[in-house]
């Protein structure tokens, strides 16, 4: 079974029930006020949640990414919509809570919304994933050039999840990872669909031992570890959004937007007041990328 087992959402139905639940539910009025005073949808988090470009419209191409019909153009519409679905009662794991954990942590955090006010949800295969992965800290692993793979030529970066008080190798903990998924056999072609943006980069979630025997054993490849500064609910919090992120992909670019870029959001995401994403507007070389976290 994957780890990264999808979560199925009804969204029509859901949209219906939220237009009726907003004309009844004085609640569902009170924290969109609360929302508007705070100007929510201009919240730097919100933005990055959101993959919000400068024309403060997403840049996430897959539908299921939003609760709101019109949420990729309109992410004060697609914020209000995600309260009110957080009312909305749901089957097993197909609340909001349960897709989107992450956005729905934050958005209850931040208009002050209390579990015991909110239906009950069972998120069944998100806790069970989430069980698995246990994160507590989260280290920048870089893994040297290989000259063997043009997407490799500076090096690749992605992140190693450790437990809590691990006293094993830190080959049980999982990597998140970010490439391109290239199908089919492209080798002609390769070079110049990667640095034109014709592939799609995808986050991905396995055990770290794998990534070490593909870098290690199979390209002899050296690889150096950087720990992030991240508490273990910043941690989780990342990793809460790597689930948000199943079948969202983007236009995968060897030098710019690409392994190292990627990773920069997820810092980003967790700390507001980093901009590390904005230092690479051209070109993202996964040694300087590090050297910008230091």
């Excluded at 949808?41 to 996430?60: E, G």
């Excluded at 692993?141 to 437990?163: C, Q």
């Excluded at 002899?220 to 910043?234: I, M």
Aim: glycine residues 4%; contains cysteine; proline residues 4%.
């Amino acid at each position: 079974m994957s780890l990264m087992k999808s979560v199925v959402l009804v969204f029509a139905s859901l949209a219906v029930n939220i237009a009726y639940s907003a004309d009844i539910n004085p609640s569902i009025q009170k924290y969109w006020s609360i929302a508007e005073q705070k100007k929510l949808d201009q919240d730097i988090t919100w933005q990055r949640l959101m993959y919000a470009n400068k024309n403060h419209k997403s840049d996430v191409t897959y539908s299921g990414y939003f609760i709101s019909e019109n949420g990729k153009n309109n992410l004060k519409e697609e914020l209000k919509a995600d309260i009110s679905a957080l009312f909305m009662p749901a089957q097993d794991n197909q609340s909001i809570r349960c897709k989107f954990p992450a956005r729905s942590q934050w958005l209850m955090q931040k208009v002050g919304i209390q579990e015991n006010e909110l239906p009950q949800v069972k998120c069944s295969e998100f806790e069970n994933w989430i069980g698995q992965i246990k994160p507590h800290k989260a280290t920048l692993i870089y893994a040297t050039d290989f000259m063997g793979n043009p997407s490799s030529m500076f090096g690749h970066t992605l992140l190693r999840l450790d437990p809590k008080d691990q006293q094993q190798l830190n080959l049980v903990s999982y990597a998140v990872n970010y490439a391109a998924t290239v199908a089919g056999n492209d080798n002609w072609s390769y070079a110049w669909k990667g640095l034109t943006g014709q592939y799609p980069g995808e986050y991905s979630l396995m055990p770290y031992y794998r990534k070490v025997k593909e870098y290690g054993d199979f390209e002899s490849r050296d690889l150096w570890e950087y720990e992030l500064n991240l508490t273990p609910e910043e941690t989780r919090f990342l990793v809460a959004h790597i689930w948000e992120m199943q079948h969202v992909s983007f236009p995968y670019y060897f030098v710019s937007d690409n392994c190292a870029y990627r990773l920069l959001g997820l810092v980003d995401l967790v700390k507001p007041e980093s901009h590390l994403q904005e230092k690479f507007t051209h070109a993202s070389i996964p040694m300087e990328t590090i050297k910008s976290m230091q």
